[in-house]
Structures are given as structure tokens and as C-alpha cells.
């Protein structure tokens, strides 16, 4: 059974094999605090290193949402870990990218064809999130679409929300059929992220933040996952928008209201990233990451959590032979335990 698929032509075609799983109904959207997104970038996954040698024992206790990501165009998260994250009442999702510049030919084939196309490969995907028994994907548009010029008219929605660019139309058409066909097929807990990359315009310019450029794609998803590149200023500004969208502008498709106790903004849903590698970022790596959750913790939002998996990849060779020990640490350091009892 394939575990990950690399092109749009294996996904077009993809059919179930095997017996079904089962998603039991874990409600991430009615949480009302601040939450935690780890998303699994460790070692390009599907490997012994990532997989089988690293349970994350010591981040289940924190963690509110799991995202098991590699750069295969669509990764299906490996049976253990859609056992694990269950286990610890945390949803799971996999992870539908499309990067450079074979990602740019294949957003043509997935997006740009025809509505009906772009519909049928947004089905696809719940249908493997069912089959497989996980809870969502997250999106990564992390390549341009074409210019308007060469898009064919049959494939701009013509039911779009008012005001969106065509482009944006294109993406917010995708995104809002792969939440539908999930609630359907999984269940109305299925969860969407979408990844900050791609604007409005169809171009990929990283906004590290939530912006004019992208909130029609934080409008129609589950969470909104900013690039890690943030200052306080743009975490400011991201904050203030989330927080001025009521959690009941996106449907929701359980046959009960939320209850009393959901959250009545959408400010939980911005989840601002932080990278355990502190890439170009004003944090440093590791247990310096603290100074970013701690920024976040201040504005009330949620943390998306990139590559945990940094302390066994960068414990020191001294102590490998007991690298739980320094991948505790690194946990505690992170203070995440503090978001869930943010007031």
C-alpha cells in the first residue's frame, strides 16, 4: 500500500486498497485556548530515524493537533503515527504540497484546468484521509500559478465569494471543497490548514504573518499556519485580524451548535509558526525557540511547531546514547505546557 504519492497523475488516479480506518471524532475546533500544532519534519520522513526511533514521547502532553509532513506531493502519514496521535486524542493530517518549478506545472494540472477537475482532486484527498483513517491535510502552495492569461475561463469558480481575485477564487474553491468532501467523508472534526506561501495574486510571497494578501485562505480553512519569519509587529498585525473574525464566519457541518464554551473569535485558529532550526529567524534554534512561544503566549494565538524532531538530529554526540534525556530538555524548554492553562 503507498504511503506517499509524487506526482498529480498518481493522486488523479489513486483508488483505495485494503480495508478502511476508522478517524475518531477529536473536536480541535472547540478548544478554547491557544493550541499546538507540531508539524513532523524530520529526515524527509517515512524512515526509521523519524518514524519507528522516534515516538516524541516527551511532546504528546502538549500537543493539540499533529502534522506528519515531507516533500513528496502528497504524504499520507505512516499507520504508526495515525495510531500514536489517536491514542493521545490528537488529530493527525498529511500534508498535500506543491514546491518549484515541478510544483508550478503540477499546480496547472491540479488547479487550472477546470473547476471540475480541481474538484475532483480536492475529492481524492478525503478519500485517502478516509481510507486511511486521518483527520485532514495540510495545504502547501509553495509554487506560483499562472498568470491570468492562461488560466481557461472554465477553471475561475463561478460561485466564488465576492471580491476575490481569480486567483485566489481558484484556491479558495480547493481548500472549501476539500473541507466539504472531509466533513463528509470523515466526519465534521476533519480538519484543514493551509501553510502561508501562496497570495492572492498567485504569486509565492511569504507574508510571516496573516495579511490582506492571504486571509481569504485563513477565511475558509481550520487554522492558518504563518511562515516562521515573523517580527512583533507582523504578529501584532496577524493577531488583530484573527481576532476580529468570528469563529462562526466557517460553516460548520456537525448537526449540533458548537457549545457554549467554543471559542467566539478566530484568533486560536492563527497558528504562527516556529522553526526548532531558527532559520532567518530573530530566535535562535532549540531551547531558544522559548523567546518565540513566549511573543505568541503574550497575543493569545497558537503555535505551529516546525521540526521538533531538531533534538534527536542535533543532540550532542556525548549524549546520543541517551538522546531522550536532551529531547526532555528541549521540551521543557519550550514551556509549551503553559498553553494550556493560558488565561
Not at 469558480?157 to 471543497?177: K, Q
Not at 466526519?187 to 484543514?192: F, R, S
Not at 543532540?315 to 519550550?334: G, H, V
Amino acid at each position: 500500500m503507498a504511503r506517499f504519492l509524487d506526482s498529480a497523475g498518481a493522486l488523479d488516479s489513486w483508488k483505495p486498497e485494503g480495508p478502511v480506518a476508522f478517524s475518531p471524532a477529536i473536536l480541535f475546533r472547540d478548544i478554547n485556548r491557544p493550541r499546538v500544532v507540531v508539524c513532523h519534519d524530520m529526515c524527509g520522513g517515512y524512515n526509521c530515524d523519524c518514524d519507528e526511533n522516534y515516538p516524541m514521547n516527551c511532546g504528546w502532553d502538549v500537543t493539540d493537533a499533529f502534522v506528519y509532513f515531507s516533500h513528496h506531493r502528497v504524504t499520507i502519514p505512516p499507520p504508526l503515527w495515525i495510531r500514536r496521535s489517536h491514542q493521545h486524542g490528537v488529530p493527525i493530517l498529511g500534508t498535500f504540497i506543491t514546491e518549484w518549478q515541478e510544483g508550478y506545472r503540477e499546480n496547472i494540472l491540479v488547479f487550472c484546468k477546470s473547476t471540475e477537475v480541481r474538484r475532483h482532486y480536492a475529492r481524492q484527498l478525503a478519500a485517502i484521509a478516509a481510507h486511511h483513517g486521518f483527520d485532514g491535510w495540510l495545504v502547501n502552495i509553495e509554487a506560483h500559478l499562472p498568470p491570468l492569461a492562461e488560466i481557461p475561463q472554465e477553471a475561475i469558480p463561478t460561485d466564488a465569494p465576492s471580491g476575490l481575485t481569480p486567483h485566489a477564487a481558484i484556491v479558495v474553491d480547493f481548500l472549501t471543497t476539500l473541507r466539504n468532501e472531509l466533513h463528509a467523508r470523515v466526519g465534521p472534526h476533519a480538519l484543514v490548514f493551509m501553510y502561508d506561501s501562496i497570495t492572492h495574486g498567485g504569486r509565492i510571497q511569504w507574508q510571516n504573518g496573516l495579511t490582506s494578501e492571504n486571509m481569504a485562505f485563513f477565511s475558509c480553512t481550520d487554522g492558518f499556519a504563518t511562515n516562521y519569519c515573523w517580527d512583533t509587529n507582523q504578529l501584532t498585525l496577524s493577531t488583530a485580524l484573527a481576532a476580529s473574525t468570528p469563529a462562526s464566519s466557517l460553516p460548520d457541518h456537525r448537526p449540533d451548535p458548537p457549545p457554549a464554551s467554543a471559542p467566539t473569535d478566530r484568533r486560536y485558529d492563527l497558528l504562527v509558526g516556529i522553526d526548532c532550526f531558527g532559520r532567518n529567524t530573530f530566535y535562535k534554534e532549540g531551547a531558544g525557540c522559548r523567546e518565540a512561544v513566549d511573543q505568541i503566549l503574550a497575543t493569545g494565538t497558537s503555535v505551529f511547531l516546525f521540526a521538533p524532531g531538531w533534538a534527536k538530529e542535533n543532540c550532542p554526540k556525548e549524549r546520543r546514547e541517551n538522546w531522550q534525556l536532551f529531547d526532555r530538555e528541549f521540551w521543557d524548554a519550550l514551556g509549551l505546557c503553559r498553553v494550556r492553562t493560558h488565561q
